[in-house]
């Protein structure tokens, strides 16, 4: 079980109201406490942080933010002797436009070997005032942006399927992937167990750029007909990634792989490219029976093919919060508590984000002035972004920053969460924390457990039943009724269970 921390949230040890790598290393027994076997940690290399360090100054470093190199030295050795592994994000696709190589790209002119490491080109239309294509940007707005060059002038026009302060890298200059090469030596030297590769199904950029078809494509989507991702040529890059991970066999990366045809997924997870890739399936789905089941299936179905090993989360640092998701309030809460257990019954990884063990909510009235995801801006004010399922953990006490800081939260913490504090829910056995807690403790224990097999099991409508290998049965009600469980002995669920009836919205796992 991995679980991801979004290091700006997480724990702050230096009171600027950042999280930081000192923060985490304080809280490493927290996370002993909860069971995980591994942490990713979003990034924390240098970076100016135009998108929470998605966009990378320099990738063999680590920002002052967090705490520089000595900072996460520190966590590596202590979640080593605490027994968990450590895997931190990288970014192929871009850079930061305040990367060395990009300055020396602007600065060097058309046609220059600086300017081959991204892409380049000229406008079109007199003048060349049009961008070179009709590609949008992930966060709004074109994918291009015209330089000014050295003598003063508008001039050529650069892409970056994110911010444009993420100039996207050119992967068919042998540079680019050398020096990631070097990038990847550079951490798993330093004893980094792995990586999550950001924006894995990117990279590779299709012959000649051609427009895309669908270029009103809402902002944070993709499909995939989108040229913008999954060209074939990312397989090569992949493949080539995975020899340098050949050479530390004890590590692993796992790709962020927005890509829905289960065939083409596994492609990403072949016995020569990445060991694990996220299925974003189970997040994406609502509470609905017969959508999870569909999830479940394709999620199992696209690894099976090539072998490799599923992959589920509810969550991340990118999607709304699976409390709101599931309707908010109590009711978010029970289903999130359902989910939470049939996610954790299911073979393979699972990872689980930062606060989805403390049942946190989404926050979607943050003060306009607070925002900080690029969308909101790109957007021209029309989307709100990513920022609401951002907002800092609360480990303890009863007023906003719940010891998050010593300083002011850069974002602000909503006073509820008071109930919802780490300190609170290490008390209360009914508490989300504490749920989890079991749940992860009897996955990794229990026998019941093992084997990769999954079968469906007869079930009532409206239900949903499947057993493991090793013999668990997990059994999710999503009707509004209770309903009766099949014979077994109840090893948990994620409501206390009378007379054998499993409340609505709930799950059992029994033995
Ligand atoms: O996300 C890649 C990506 O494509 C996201 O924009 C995704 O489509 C969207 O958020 C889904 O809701 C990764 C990181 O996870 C994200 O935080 C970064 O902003 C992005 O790459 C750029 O590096």
Redesign the pocket.
Known sequence: MFYQVYPRSFADSDGDGVGDLGGLREKLGYLELLGIDALWI?PVMRSPMA??G??VSDPRDIDPLFGGLAALDEVVAEAHDRGMRVTMDL?P??TSERHPWFAAALASGPGSAQRARYHFRDGRGPGGVEPPNNWRS??GGPAWTRVVEADGVPGQWYLHI?APE?PDLNWENPEVAADFERTMRFWLDRGIDGFRI??AH?MAKPEGLPDMANSDTGM???DDDDPRFNNPGVHEIHRRLRKVMDDYPRAVAIG?V?VDDDTRFGEYVRPDELHLAFNFRLAETPFHPDRIRDAVDHSLGAVAAVGASPTWTLS????EREVTRYGGGALGQARARAMALLELALPGAVFVYNGAELGLPNVDDLPENALRDPVWERSGHTQRG?DGCRVPLPWEGNRPPFSFTAGAPWLPMPAEWAQLTVETQLERLDSMLSLYRMAIELRSTRPEFGGTGFQWFGSPPGCLAFRRDGGLLCVLNATDSPILLPAGEVLLSSVPIAARKLPANSTAWLV
Do not use: A, K, M
């Open positions: 979003c998108d929470g998605y966009d970014v696709n871009h992930v966060f994110f993420q950001d924006v990117g944070l989507v993709h962020e927005w991340n640092h990118d999607i990513r």
